[in-house]
């Protein structure tokens, strides 16, 4: 999706934009947010399944990326345009900054927040129903936000555990 496309759904979708026109998502019950600069590389698979499952349920997910390009050495992004392909989008990352996901590829979102995240990349992630949303930053943080205080307490410590238990074992 274009800038402009991706703005749309998300209001059509019941988000506000700030002035720099990207979504208000922090205005939750709660917004938690989890430092990544701690984060042991080896265990991404993990946690990148963790924030797409975070997610669910959803029956579309936006995954808007709003920043690239802050560490080129770290962006592969012919691997990201190869993937890109599989789905028939052939366009580059600046024309159309959106990917939105049905609910049966939360596997496909994971991998692309893997690959987000590996980048550096800032980017949020909006569902349809939102039940939660999330935010990631080159800055190494994670934002989850949601009304759900079980959710809440589950992102508050989700890198207290192995990125890949499923939520609700995590203490």
Not at 59 to 84: A, I, M, P, Q
Not at 98 to 126: C, M, N, P, R, V
Not at 156 to 169: Q, S, V
Request: with cysteine.
């Amino acid at each position: 999706m274009t800038q402009q496309e991706s703005r749309v759904w998300s209001e059509g979708h019941g988000f506000r934009m700030d002035s720099s026109g990207y979504p208000v998502i922090g205005e939750r019950k709660h917004s938690v947010v989890t430092p990544l600069s701690g984060v042991n590389w080896s265990k991404l698979t993990g946690l990148s399944e963790y924030i797409a499952s975070y997610l669910v349920p959803f029956d579309k997910c936006l995954l808007w990326v709003t920043l690239w390009g802050v560490w080129g050495s770290s962006e592969n992004l012919h691997l990201f345009y190869r993937l890109r392909e599989s789905y028939g989008e052939h366009r580059q990352l600046a024309d159309a900054p959106g990917h939105l996901f049905l609910k049966h590829e939360s596997s496909d979102l994971a991998t692309f927040i893997q690959l987000a995240l590996i980048f550096g990349w800032d980017f949020y992630l909006l569902t349809s129903p939102t039940y939660q949303t999330a935010f990631v930053s080159h800055d190494e943080y994670i934002q989850f936000c949601t009304d759900n205080a079980e959710a809440a307490h589950e992102a508050r410590h989700c890198l207290d555990a192995d990125p890949g238990t499923p939520l609700t074992e995590q203490k």
